[in-house]
């Protein structure tokens, strides 16, 4: 079978955790989360080995030295990395995956699994984009300048993306990205 590999981008607080979970409830779908590891601390609604991995700098550094992760980046002064070991646990069992990643994290999982259908999820304009940042971050004027740098960033290479999906509403920014990741996994399979 033909690797079923989603991967789900977007420029910061555009809202891909909403189109996330509506991905992850999808039973036609079937999809399984891909756990990312990371150094940034648990929220108290965070549940370790559900929503990340969350571990030290020490055990996040063997982990790059050991060559285990496909990718990692830093952000906010904390690393993320998408661990080979998730992914192929999945992928050997046949099973469609979701990865979430920052814009930095997609070319190089592209790289390690060609077949990957790369999603990058775009605001309907920057100034929703700037209230949705400032409304998040309202009482931390450092984060929410950080992150909007970066979304800045973000929406400038986002042409280079395949898939480029706008949020006006996470219910059909979804289903267009189960009917292109469906198309694609099809072509995918005529071709073996
Ligand atoms: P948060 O701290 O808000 O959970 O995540 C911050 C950013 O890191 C989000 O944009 C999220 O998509 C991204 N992220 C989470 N896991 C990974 C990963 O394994 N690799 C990369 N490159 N980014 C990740």
Redesign the pocket.
Known sequence: MAKRVIVL?GA?SVG?GKIKDLLLADKELDLRFVI???T?PKKPTEVDGDD?YFVDYKYFAKAVKQKELY???E??G?Y???LKSEIDFWLKQDKAILV???A??VGPLKLNIPEAVCFFVVPTSMEELEKQIREKYNDDEASARTRLNKAKMEMEIAPLFNNQITNDDPERAYKEIKEIAQREWAKLEEEE
């Open positions: 981008s910061s891909k990312s590891m990371t940034r990340y990718e990692y980046t952000f906010n904390y993320y990395g998408t979430e990643v920052e930095a994290g």
